[in-house]
């Protein structure tokens, strides 16, 4: 099996154009390929997992990644998926999140000479002249098939600013300038971006001609890339002073029954005929399942020590009798106390952000919705003292968020 067929049966590839040549391509590790990350953040998100692990396979197998780090489309942003529009950002900000970004694809792919190659667009977007762009490549774009676009028709309803407009012209200009200055001949990107992603293809056939072989493939959906992204509202981050590894552990430990064997196919490197022996797995199989996938990919992010406390950790809490040393802590002091010498499951909960504010807190105590040491809590002003905590009490909301705190 090629490694393209290998990405099929993983479920990763959802559109391509010219799939014939994609195929002999990427088999035969002569595929020069981009994928983007615009740099919203200070680090990356497990809704990154798919790009990274694909570039990581496919330089496996003799292809070359380059990352483009959005320097220049940042500065717009993707509309994308998007209600409303993005904050803007400094062009400092902008160059620490690339920083970050590098760090944490080197866990990844091998950048150096010949192997991967990290480019930022602000080099050649931030120069360009808007007039001398729309001369050269504007008449290449009809409005009114951008309009048609998925991307923009979700905000149609409720505006888009002609300012995020242009990024679908801004992410088509990335590929034609990779394609002739860095002979990157391929694009891969979420499904989401497939209007953008076209745009660039077309853009390269247009201006250069019809022999000018610029492929495109998208992976997957963006209902799915989200999911993984985040959850309970908040991004799954890939630094581990954001999200640490016990954390990001027990997000892969808990996603859905009918999603662990899809997660494991697509983002793990277990081998194939490994994963088609679960394909059968039900009731508490899948648990082991999760076991596996949080495992695995903590590992690939955080390195197999980490891993392993993440997993000891995780066993104490839900099987008994492992060690708890590694759960994640928050250390509790004189002044987290009242004058009675006394702390409030709710102040606690406030302090480890397990909460937003003491009304959800009540309420989820009184829908029975959190425990003290396995045991429900029916008060909602339940205190403990500093004896009690002296020796380290656990609070858990729900069934998945929990935290030890100790003084």
Not at 79 to 90: A, C, E, H, N
Not at 132 to 152: I, Q
Not at 248 to 268: E, S
Request: charged share 30%; with cysteine; hydrophobic share 40%.
């Amino acid at each position: 099996m090629g490694v393209y067929e290998e990405l099929v049966e993983r479920g990763l590839i959802a559109q391509v154009t010219n799939e014939e040549e994609i195929r002999t391509m990427v088999n035969a590790g002569k595929a020069k390929f981009y994928i983007g990350f615009d740099c919203t953040a200070d680090s990356l998100t497990a809704g990154h997992f798919m790009a990274l692990t694909l570039m990581k396979r496919l330089q496996e197998a003799g292809n070359q990644p380059i990352a483009l780090i959005g320097g220049g489309t940042t500065m717009i942003g993707d509309p994308s998926g998007r209600t409303d529009m993005r904050k803007m950002l400094t062009r400092e900000d902008i160059d620490h999140n690339a920083e970050c970004f590098r760090k944490q694809m080197e866990r990844f792919i091998e950048f150096g000479e010949g192997k991967a190659q990290m480019v930022n667009n602000a080099d050649w977007l931030l120069d360009l002249n808007y007039v001398d762009v729309l001369r050269e490549v504007g008449t290449c774009f009809s409005v009114n098939n951008m309009l048609r676009a998925e991307c923009y028709k979700q905000r149609m309803e409720k505006g888009l600013s002609f300012f995020e407009f242009n990024y679908m012209i801004m992410q088509s200009y990335d590929f034609y300038y990779l394609f002739q200055h860095y002979g990157c001949n391929m694009q891969f990107g979420g499904d989401d971006q497939w209007s953008n992603m076209l745009g660039g293809t077309e853009l390269i056939r247009k201006k250069l001609g019809k022999d000018a072989h610029a492929m495109t493939i998208t992976l997957l959906t963006d209902s799915q890339g989200r999911k993984m992204g985040k959850t309970a509202g908040n991004a799954v981050w890939l630094d581990a002073n954001k999200t640490t590894p016990y954390e990001f552990y027990q997000y892969w430990r808990n996603v859905d029954d009918a999603d662990v064997l899809k997660c494991i196919r697509m983002l793990t490197f277990l081998p194939m005929e490994e994963i088609r022996k679960m394909d059968s797995w039900e009731g508490s199989q899948l648990n082991t399942a999760k076991e596996i996938l949080a495992f695995e990919l903590t590992k690939l992010v955080h390195g197999e020590e980490e891993a392993k406390k993440a997993q000891e950790a995780a066993r104490a809490l839900f099987s008994g009798g492992a060690d708890d040393s590694n759960m994640p802590t928050t250390d509790v002091d004189d002044s987290d106390f009242d004058e009675e010498g006394k702390a409030t499951v709710l102040s606690l909960m406030l302090k480890a952000e397990m909460i937003k504010s003491n009304g959800e807190g009540r309420r989820l105590i009184q829908q029975g919705g959190v425990s003290l040491n396995d045991e429900k809590i029916k008060d909602v002003w339940h205190a403990l003292t500093k004896d009690e905590l002296k020796e380290g009490v656990i609070i858990k909301k729900g069934k998945k968020i929990f935290r030890k705190f100790k003084f």
